[in-house]
């Protein structure tokens, strides 16, 4: 397929905002900080599920507030609650403080969460190259994983430099500070459907797009695609964390640095790795078209990455129990490769199915159903870690996700002419 659409102002908009929006700092150590202020893995794990029912819970209201209500100020709103989480996390060193920064990140997310995605499809449907999707998307996401790389690399130097895991936090306040600016800067054409503040007509504007979602949501077929790219996203949402105490303990099994502190030499080797990681998953992103393209139906796609990545997982686990650190590293990585190449081919399903003035709602939708399944491993994940490892824990979700894989595999073939139809 010949790309068509035009590298413009907004196109660069689009790719700068995934850049900056993925300079978390705090991402790489985000365990290891809440390990190193007393808590357990099942506590981090109910942290992780705590934030994501919350997400749950808000992101289909936020995603009707996105396309009734105009998307430029919900996603400006979002990004105003990760900075006062960011803030809070700074200054707690107690769960239940843990908890309050969980939350305001997960009222973030709830207004974040297929908000952007549906400006973006907005732009194509408006520029016609509404058949660019899988393109268009894995370019700009490969910008996002770009800034993962680049945020893993300062992450570390910040952690090398400062030996406290807090100021990751600080410093992720500058780009999102810059992302709520350039947010503001976006066309009010993406706002899609919109009325004004009027009780009456927000309330009916609320009502026609739940309708609408409803409507929209009773192709059976594309239920079965919602659940392959939710299960695979939760999971990976799940467990991608854990990457970095098996870092941890490679880089303390290593005979280098032996003079800088336990911390610093973690710090070295999880910003190379990650760097690396997301380096590489930039690639996958910006290449999940021409993947998709060499398959006659993109169920296909979805079914091979989704086994790959959850047998991977099970490697991946089996190999940190049993020591082969640099091995499980490895295996570990390409759980997030196959997030990023399946990623753009599920959404751009998704939103191939759907009206654009309740894009956002549906594809926040989309994302509720990884939250679940990610609030469900979560605390699974973490009570088998306290137990036994998190090499056994990674391999037992993995392989319980195999074993449960034919309740939501993608069913019915979908061939790429009928998607465009």
């Given at each position: 397929m010949t790309i068509s659409y035009q590298k413009d102002r907004q196109y660069y908009k689009f790719c700068a905002y995934g850049f900056f929006k993925n300079l978390k700092f705090f991402e790489p150590f985000l365990v290891l900080f809440l390990l190193s202020k007393g808590l357990s893995f099942l506590q981090i794990g109910t942290l992780y599920a705590i934030r994501e029912i919350t997400i749950n819970i808000f992101e289909i209201p936020t995603g009707v507030l996105a396309d009734s209500l105009g998307r430029r100020r919900s996603m400006m709103s979002a990004f105003l609650f990760y900075i006062v989480s960011f803030v809070v996390f700074y200054f707690s060193s107690s769960y239940w403080w843990f908890v309050a920064a969980m939350l305001f990140y997960a009222y973030g997310d709830a207004f974040r969460t297929g908000t952007h995605k549906a400006m973006i499809f907005e732009y194509l449907k408006i520029n016609g190259w509404q058949d660019q999707k899988v393109h268009y998307y894995g370019h700009t996401r490969s910008w996002s994983q770009k800034g993962s790389a680049v945020s893993a690399v300062l992450a570390a130097a910040i952690v090398f430099?400062?030996?406290?895991?807090?100021?990751?936090?600080?410093?992720?306040?500058?780009?999102?500070?810059?992302?709520?600016?350039?947010?503001?800067?976006?066309?009010?054409?993406?706002?899609?459907?919109?009325?004004g503040f009027n009780k009456g007509k927000i309330i009916e504007s609320f009502r026609s797009t739940i309708r609408d979602f409803i409507s929209s949501f009773r192709n059976a077929g594309m239920l079965r695609v919602v659940m392959s790219q939710a299960v695979y996203s939760g999971y990976y949402k799940a467990v991608k964390d854990y990457l970095q105490p098996v870092v941890k303990t490679f880089a303390l099994s290593l005979p280098f640095f032996m003079y800088l502190e336990t911390g610093q030499r973690s710090a070295l080797m999880i910003g190379l790795i990650y760097s690396i990681i997301y380096f590489s998953t930039s690639y996958t992103a910006r290449n999940a078209g021409r993947y998709a393209s060499r398959f006659k139906n993109l169920s296909q796609p979805m079914n091979i990455t989704m086994i790959a990545g959850l047998l991977v997982g099970a490697i991946s686990g089996l190999l940190f129990y049993q020591s082969f650190y640099l091995a499980a590293i490895v295996f570990y990585a390409v759980i997030f490769l196959i997030e990023n190449l399946r990623k753009p081919i599920g959404i751009s399903l998704v939103a191939d199915r759907l009206e654009k003035d309740v894009l956002a709602t549906a594809l926040s939708a989309e994302s509720q159903a990884e939250t679940l399944v990610a609030a469900m491993i979560a605390p699974l994940l973490g009570f088998a870690a306290d137990k036994w490892g998190v090499g056994a824990a990674l391999m037992m979700v993995s392989l319980l996700l195999i074993v449960l894989m034919p309740l939501y595999r993608a069913g019915k073939p979908m061939t790429k002419n009928k998607l465009h139809s």
């Amino acid at each position: 397929m010949t790309i068509s659409y035009q590298k413009d102002r907004q196109y660069y908009k689009f790719c700068a905002y995934g850049f900056f929006k993925n300079l978390k700092f705090f991402e790489p150590f985000l365990v290891l900080f809440l390990l190193s202020k007393g808590l357990s893995f099942l506590q981090i794990g109910t942290l992780y599920a705590i934030r994501e029912i919350t997400i749950n819970i808000f992101e289909i209201p936020t995603g009707v507030l996105a396309d009734s209500l105009g998307r430029r100020r919900s996603m400006m709103s979002a990004f105003l609650f990760y900075i006062v989480s960011f803030v809070v996390f700074y200054f707690s060193s107690s769960y239940w403080w843990f908890v309050a920064a969980m939350l305001f990140y997960a009222y973030g997310d709830a207004f974040r969460t297929g908000t952007h995605k549906a400006m973006i499809f907005e732009y194509l449907k408006i520029n016609g190259w509404q058949d660019q999707k899988v393109h268009y998307y894995g370019h700009t996401r490969s910008w996002s994983q770009k800034g993962s790389a680049v945020s893993a690399v300062l992450a570390a130097a910040i952690v090398f430099i400062s030996s406290d895991y807090r100021y990751v936090f600080l410093f992720s306040l500058i780009p999102y500070l810059i992302d709520l600016w350039l947010l503001s800067t976006y066309p009010k054409v993406l706002d899609g459907r919109r009325v004004g503040f009027n009780k009456g007509k927000i309330i009916e504007s609320f009502r026609s797009t739940i309708r609408d979602f409803i409507s929209s949501f009773r192709n059976a077929g594309m239920l079965r695609v919602v659940m392959s790219q939710a299960v695979y996203s939760g999971y990976y949402k799940a467990v991608k964390d854990y990457l970095q105490p098996v870092v941890k303990t490679f880089a303390l099994s290593l005979p280098f640095f032996m003079y800088l502190e336990t911390g610093q030499r973690s710090a070295l080797m999880i910003g190379l790795i990650y760097s690396i990681i997301y380096f590489s998953t930039s690639y996958t992103a910006r290449n999940a078209g021409r993947y998709a393209s060499r398959f006659k139906n993109l169920s296909q796609p979805m079914n091979i990455t989704m086994i790959a990545g959850l047998l991977v997982g099970a490697i991946s686990g089996l190999l940190f129990y049993q020591s082969f650190y640099l091995a499980a590293i490895v295996f570990y990585a390409v759980i997030f490769l196959i997030e990023n190449l399946r990623k753009p081919i599920g959404i751009s399903l998704v939103a191939d199915r759907l009206e654009k003035d309740v894009l956002a709602t549906a594809l926040s939708a989309e994302s509720q159903a990884e939250t679940l399944v990610a609030a469900m491993i979560a605390p699974l994940l973490g009570f088998a870690a306290d137990k036994w490892g998190v090499g056994a824990a990674l391999m037992m979700v993995s392989l319980l996700l195999i074993v449960l894989m034919p309740l939501y595999r993608a069913g019915k073939p979908m061939t790429k002419n009928k998607l465009h139809s």
